[in-house]
Every structure is written in structure tokens, then in C-alpha cells.
């Protein structure tokens, strides 16, 4: 009997979507994260289902979803309810973006409104908040290559980043050299890419060699906190509301890159508590809290500026750094946070951050139901009194 005709499911329905394309259940061996789902939800008690686009079926109003079975301890498929609230962890274009609009047309929730951030977009939203403001690099929605070269001529060191973009895929960075020679990096599937070029005109190739047609922004580097053989460092936190739809700063993670790449994604990543002070062993433990106390304020700052443009979130997670001089700046948001870092340096500490999008998801899909039933209620009562 397929689930979709029995009565015993829990509530609310949380759907997870995984990607565009359907996949069989060894597939999803591939998101190893999805366990330590699977393991939240023992306490979240919701009916909490995996899918793809492809799995979708809104004529009949079914999904054929992937579950856990804990019985038999293995992955299976069956057929499900269209689910209450939506989970997106991936997916990319057109067809998540139509799947996702004929859900909200349905009244089905979502943690997040959007799946995915334009950075120029989100940054021009930024840009006017005076809280956030003070906090942004100089950046630059360019629409062509001249606009590109004229900014690098401009600012020197910059990352250019397509304004649509995940885990670092389509980000370079390009320092300006004496003369006119420049240096380009960037990383693809954790290999480090790092040239000179001895002309704008070569480096014009190799940027429209890697970006293609993407529409792009291009950002004044940050002068980042650095440990040896020219490491990086940056933070990632993970925000997200709690049961009670509180703002809750789960984890900040010092996020260590390899020597000379231009990004921290691939990298090592410790929990900022027990790191700060080995990134500046000038400060005392007075300034080290002082600090603290910034970067808390600062992130919420930004979560509450994000949702000013968007409406609520379920999660965001916030690249930031500190400079040399210990100012704070906002690299980037991203609403679908694989929560890599923070599993690594948090380990089995970091199961919040996989409990509070299930207990958020009960919040809103009660809340939906709460203001459903008080419109019937409304309607009856309005009828009787004809």
C-alpha cells in the first residue's frame, strides 16, 4: 500500500529536494549529510522524505520520495502526499524554479522563500541598509568585459564571481602586477588553478574562458587574515530559526585555506571559539570578547537585512571575514548551506544545525494550519449569523 493512502503518516510532510534529475535510492549514498538528517528527525518527529524535480507528479498531487526505513535500516522509495513544507538542498535553473512556484501556488511552505541568492542583486539590497553597509567590500554589477577590465585597472586586487553560484565554482581572483602583467586563480572540484598573464588582453581570454556568458560582479579584495605558506582565513556561520522561529547563530567556523588559493571552500575548519585568539595573539581576551560580541552582532544584522528583501528564512549561512586591522566584512550569503564546515570542526556538537530546519518546518506548517482553521471558523461563524 503506497504511502500516499495511509492515515498514519506524521505531520507536517518534509520534503527535501535534492536536485533536477531523478536518482535510485544507492544514489543518494552521494549526500552523506542526509543521515545526519534522518538522525535529527528522530526527535523533529515529522514524515521526512527525499526527492528530485523529476519525482514530482502534481497532476495526481504524489511525489514517489526516498525515505529511511529504520525497520529493515536501508533506503526506500514510495509514493507520498505532496509534502507540507519544503527542504531545498539542491537543484539548479528553470525547472526547480517552476517546481517551486507551482508549490507555493499549492500552499505548500518553504524553509527558505528563495533557493538560491543573485549576488549583485543582494548586494544592491545591502547596499541600502545602514546597519549592513558599513560592512560590504566595494563591488560592481558589471554587464561586459570593459566594465570588468576598467574595475580591475580601478581596484587591483578583485574577486569577479558570477552572480549565480555555489561552493566557490565560479569565482577568480586576479591581482593586478607591475606593468601589465596580472595573476589569475581559481579552483575547480578542489584543484588550485593559479596563472600569470603579461597582457589585459590574455587575461581577458582566460576570464571569458571560465565564465562564459554568466553575468557577473566583481568585489575589491579583502586584506585577509593570513597564517603560514599564505593561507586564507575566513568564517562561515550557520544561522537559523529554532522551534519558537528565534534567530539562532548555531555555529562560526575559521575556515583555513590551502597556500595560495584564492577561496576557502575545500578547507580545513575549526570552531572560531578556540581559534580566534591564535589569529590574533596580540588581542587580550577582553578585546578577543569585544570582538566576539561585533561578529554575533554583525550576523544578525545581516540575517535581519536578507529577510528585509526576501521575507523569513529558515537558515542562512554567512561567509565573513576580519581584516588584518580586525574590521569586519560580509563576503557572501547562501541559502542552500551545505553545512560542511561546521561539521567538520563542530563534529556530532553540530546536530542542531540539521534539528532546527525540521522543528522550524513544524512551526510554519502549524502555523499555516492554525490560520486555515481560523478562516473556516470565520466563515462558519459569519454564516450563522445570516
Known amino acids: 500500500m503506497e504511502r500516499s493512502s495511509s492515515s498514519s503518516l506524521k505531520r507536517p ?11 535510485s535510492t544507492n544514489g543518494i549514498h552521494r549526500y552523506p549529510r542526509l543521515k545526519r538528517l534522518v538522525e535529527a528527525n528522530k526527535e523533529a518527529n515529522t514524515t521526512l522524505i527525499f526527492f528530485t524535480c523529476d519525482d514530482v507528479d502534481l497532476s495526481r498531487r504524489k511525489v514517489s520520495g526516498i525515505y529511511f526505513n529504520e525497520s529493515s535500516n536501508i533506503w526506500e522509495r514510495d509514493r507520498f502526499p505532496l509534502p507540507d513544507v519544503i527542504y531545498v538542498r539542491g537543484g539548479r535553473g528553470k525547472e526547480i524554479r517552476d517546481l517551486l512556484e507551482q508549490f507555493e501556488r499549492l500552499g505548500v511552505k518553504k524553509i527558505n522563500p528563495i533557493h538560491a541568492f543573485n549576488k549583485g542583486e543582494l548586494y544592491e539590497q545591502l547596499n541600502h541598509d545602514d546597519k549592513v553597509r558599513p560592512f560590504l567590500p566595494q563591488t560592481k554589477n558589471v554587464e561586459n568585459m570593459e566594465e570588468i577590465k576598467r574595475t580591475v585597472q580601478k581596484l587591483g586586487t578583485v574577486y569577479v564571481k558570477a552572480r549565480r553560484g555555489r561552493k566557490g565554482t565560479k569565482v577568480m581572483r586576479i591581482e593586478k602586477r607591475p606593468g ?34 554568466r553575468e557577473v560582479i566583481v568585489q575589491k579584495a579583502i586584506d585577509l587574515v593570513t597564517i603560514s605558506s599564505n593561507r586564507l582565513v575566513d568564517f562561515r556561520a550557520e544561522l537559523q530559526r529554532d522551534k519558537q522561529g528565534n534567530i539562532d547563530i ?21 570552531r572560531y571559539d578556540d581559534y580566534l585568539k591564535k589569529l590574533f595573539p596580540g588581542y587580550s581576551n577582553q578585546k578577543i570578547n569585544v570582538l566576539k560580541n561585533k561578529i554575533k552582532a554583525f550576523l544578525i544584522d545581516v540575517y535581519t537585512g536578507v529577510e528585509k528583501k526576501y521575507g523569513k528564512f529558515g537558515e542562512i549561512g554567512i561567509d565573513f571575514a576580519v581584516d588584518k586591522k580586525g ?44 490560520r486555515s482553521q481560523s478562516a473556516n471558523r470565520s466563515r462558519l461563524l459569519s454564516r450563522s449569523s445570516l
Open 13 to 23: 510532510i518534509v520534503g527535501v529536494i535534492l536536485g533536477n534529475k531523478r536518482f
Open 180 to 213: 601589465d602583467s596580472y595573476v589569475y586563480s581559481y579552483s575547480v572540484l578542489g584543484r588550485l588553478v593559479r596563472k600569470k598573464v603579461n597582457s589585459m588582453g590574455n587575461l581577458e581570454k582566460a576570464v571569458k574562458g571560465f565564465f562564459g556568458d
Open 327 to 370: 574590521k569586519l566584512w560580509l563576503i557572501e550569503c547562501n541559502a542552500q548551506s551545505a553545512k560542511v564546515s561546521i561539521v567538520k570542526a563542530y563534529g556530532t556538537k553540530a546536530r542542531k544545525a540539521f534539528l532546527n530546519p525540521l522543528e522550524y518546518a513544524k512551526k510554519i506548517a502549524n502555523t499555516s494550519t492554525n
Open 250 to 270: 548555531v555555529g562560526i567556523c575559521v575556515r583555513i585555506g590551502r597556500k595560495n588559493a584564492p577561496i576557502t571552500t575545500h578547507s580545513e575548519a575549526f
